[in-house]
């Protein structure tokens, strides 16, 4: 059975760090790219940031670029998010996804709020 279960968010003041952790199982991870999309409240999901199979490549949304670093660490089938100098339109659900047989999964989310 193929899950991605994220992890790490919660509460934090604008200008602070958090780091988010997405696990995989069901699959050999080691050969999926992996995709950090999030959703803050009445907007549409959109993405953050995808790590390639090996992690040579990343990507980032222009809005996160210079802050936020996604890496893995295939031996844990782990993909991070590492974000710092976070704003409060940061805040929202935050996913994982990969895509495995013509199918996408995607975790339950892990939600992240900025404020003050």
């Known amino acids: 059975q193929v899950r991605l279960v994220e992890s790490g968010g919660g509460l934090v003041q604008p200008g602070g760090s958090l780091r988010l952790s997405c696990t995989a199982s069901?699959?050999?991870?080691?050969?999926?790219?992996v995709r950090w999309y999030r959703q803050a409240p009445g907007k549409e999901r959109e993405l953050v940031a995808g790590i390639s199979s090996g992690g040579i490549s990343t990507n980032y949304a222009d809005s996160v670029k210079g802050r936020f670093t996604i890496s893995r660490d295939n031996g844990k089938n782990t993909v991070y998010l590492q974000m710092n100098s976070l704003k409060p339109e940061d805040t929202g659900v935050y996913y994982c996804?990969?895509?495995?047989?013509?199918?996408?999964?995607w975790g339950q989310g892990t939600r992240v709020t900025v404020s003050s």
């Open positions: 069901g699959f050999t991870f080691s050969t999926r790219a």
């Open positions: 996804n990969a895509l495995y047989i013509a199918t996408m999964y």
